[in-house]
């Protein structure tokens, strides 16, 4: 150990992960916090990461508030829909009230908004959607965040965060290291905001062989968000609300603006109408769900998933038709051109062009995180104006953990935030940060040289597993004493796509099937002791999988807890195969005792504090 350097920072306030949330909250932590210490820490580069790496074609949340086109309650009403009558109201409501001053601001700062012609307003694509020249979205909003840090730490994977050892459940700051000079990185700070994004390739994935790698949502989310807080025992919420995609087959691209502006739709391969088939089924599963409008998303992949296996596939999305338009065909290509050129590609590769061929759909693997359709993540305190106590406790987008806050993918409860909702959950968290700074919340925090110097010996420790094991080998990548980060992380995804409702078991789970899960993924994270890493980039895959391991257990332990079919296209609980308000009308909320491991579920109610609000103003 004595060869890695360490680096010492103190400072405020800690962002970890520099993606949508983390550059809304450097932004907003200097607003309000002029003469604080803010840094960043981000595993790639903040110009090009996160899941607007690439870029976007639409801002999927805006209200449009002062032309009246929607106000928060609408959203909040359209969120409870979309996730089957499970979100935290609150958290849902203080987002969508804000959400439009953060886009006024993208405007200001040049990211290129298409318009109506005819009214000036933004170009709508759907009801929450408008429309963007979105290839530099990225970039842009990293400069609002480079302005306002006092540094920022590209390269720098945080893999642990730090303890107050004065006082108990209060961070003290976090730990990671450079994978480009391997050199270790100590940040204590005062607060620490957890902005690191969801969780993909913890199932596996449809794309592999030749396709490995591909996934829809963004290859780099290794579940960081989650696995930080939990092994500090934060509790977590709705983890087992992971989301399905209906996408574009072998290239995941997007369907949005297909369906809503090019007005494509859905066939089975017999040309027919395939989702009204199975309206009765439905109903019996989740009763008067699904008569919502608009249709939950889980049931619309509910229709597809039995439609497919009933042998009606392959499902197509009929472009033929909306192609034919020059200006359609335009929108419905750069669509591709502005967030997933991968998709444009594949079509070449299969010869398939859109206005002679309807191209085939299909339903993805299982992805986990808190800003897009559904709302894993943490438990967070909401804002004190809105809150019920049980959501409340004293700062708003706090975790269950002191000083630690949460925002984007981290955030559990809060669905359909998108890239605007995450970067202004990012600005609420970081305002909250600063007021318990300034409230002296932060004062007195301890943590000892040897905290560092064990999570030095832990982080790099793979590399240690390598450079002994290696020497038992002489060819081959298979060893006695040690696993490759991409052997394990085959391992994770074969279990948790047999036992936890992943492709191959058509979404399917159940009881037996998730307790012997829980025992494989204990058994994985016994071997993960002895991943080995042969450099430094393979030392970030191991720690990425370490943080992907945990997500997935808790994934699977909330998975057990919760005996119902929820969201039905999403996953089912074979052996409680029906929707339970009866019982399950509730958030599941999770601890991970750091000390024995163990976690605890509980049940937490759900408040309907809009229409809560509405009725008691009625009467
Ligand atoms: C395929 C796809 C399409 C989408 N389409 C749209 C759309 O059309 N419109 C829309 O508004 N939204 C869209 N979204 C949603 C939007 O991108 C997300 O809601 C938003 O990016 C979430 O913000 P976040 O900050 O939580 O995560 P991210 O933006 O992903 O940022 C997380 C950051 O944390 C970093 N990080 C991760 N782990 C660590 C670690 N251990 N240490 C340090 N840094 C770390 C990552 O590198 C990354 O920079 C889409 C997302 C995807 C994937």
Known sequence: MAKVKTHYEDCDILVVGGGMAGTGAAFEARHWGRDLKIICAEKANIDRSGAVAQGLYAINCYMGMQWDENQPED????????????????????????VDSTVHM????????????????????????IMIHGE??????????????????????????????????????????????????????????????????????????EGMGRTWYA?????????????????????????????????????????????????????????????EHTKKLVGEYIDHHPVPTC????????????GGGPIQMVTKEAFQDPHLETVGWENFLGMTVGQAVVWASQNIDPKYTNPELTTSEPYVMGSHATCSGAWVSGPEDLSPPEYFWGYNRMLTVEGLFGAGDTVGGSAHKFSSGSFTEGRLAAKAAVKYIQDQKAEGINVTDKQCEDFKETIYKPLENYTVGRNEITGGTVSPSYILPIQGLQRLQKIMDEYVGGITSNYMTNENMLKRGLELLEWLQEDLENVGAEDYHQLMRAWELKHRALTSQCVTEH?????????????????HLKLDDENWHCLTVSRRDPKTGKFTLEKVPVYHIVDEKEKKQAS
């Open 75 to 98: 959203h909040v009403r359209y969120a409870r829909n979309d996730l089957m009558g499970l979100v935290r109201e609150d958290l849902g409501y203080d987002m969508a009230r804000h």
């Open 106 to 129: 993208f405007d200001d700062w040049g990211l290129p908004m298409m318009k109506n012609e005819k009214t000036g307003r933004y170009l709508r694509e759907g009801k929450w959607q």
């Open 136 to 209: 530099s979205y990225k970039p842009i909003v990293a400069e609002a965040a480079k302005k306002s840090a006092d540094k920022i730490y590209n390269r720098i994977m945080i893999t642990h965060l730090l303890m107050d050892e004065s006082k108990e459940n209060r961070v003290g700051g976090a730990v990671g290291f450079n994978m480009r000079t391997g050199d270790y990185y100590v940040f204590r700070a005062k607060t620490v905001i957890v902005a690191a994004g969801g969780a993909s390739h913890i199932f596996k994935p449809r794309a592999v062989g």
């Open 219 to 279: 290859p780099w989310s290794n579940g960081s968000a989650y696995a930080l807080p939990i092994a500090v025992g934060a509790k977590m919420t709705q983890m087992e609300n992971r989301i399905v995609l209906c996408r574009f087959k072998d290239g995941y691209g997007p369907v949005g603006a297909y369906f809503l502006h090019l007005k494509t739709y859905t066939q089975n391969a017999n040309g027919e109408n395939y989702e009204k088939k199975w309206y």
């Open 299 to 310: 049931l619309r992949n509910h229709a597809f998933i039995q439609e497919v296996a009933a």
């Open 559 to 575: 998975t057990l807890y919760r005996k119902e079919t929820r969201w039905p296209g999403y996953y089912y609980r074979g052996d």
